[in-house]
């Protein structure tokens, strides 16, 4: 039993991730498959279709195994070292300004969002 929702878990992700693949493929949009993939997932657990339990082993085993899954990327970095060396300050400059757009865009969108819950409750 252990094994069919280890297999079920694996099976739902999978197929998250082949729909997103999908709906980027049909629409055109330039837009990473896997990021769609955790909204829809992340959609579908809080509106209930996929239930916690149907992937917590799945889910575990692949946040415990981690590491060995990043193996490529450690890899990829090794193989574009030189590309990597000649633009460091770039890459570095993308990835600052990157980060301060979102976690800036995120607080804001937090902030609108309590104020929207906070006349909600008291219209209430």
Request: proline letters at 2%; charged letters at 15%.
């Amino acid at each position: 039993m252990q094994k069919l929702k280890f297999l079920a878990g694996f099976g739902i992700l999978f197929f998250i991730y082949y729909v997103s693949f999908y709906l980027v493929k049909l629409t055109g949009i330039s837009f990473p498959p896997a990021i769609l993939g955790l909204i829809l997932f992340t959609m579908a657990l809080f509106t209930g279709i996929i239930k916690e339990e149907w992937v917590e082993s799945a889910s575990n085993f692949l946040l415990k195994n981690m590491a060995v899954l990043f193996v490529p990327f450690v890899v990829g970095l090794i193989v574009y070292k030189d590309i990597l060396i000649k633009n460091w300050l770039s890459i570095l400059l993308v990835i600052f300004v990157t980060t301060t757009v979102i976690i800036v865009s995120i607080g804001l969108f937090v902030e609108h969002g309590l104020k929207f819950l906070n006349k909600e409750q008291k219209n209430d």
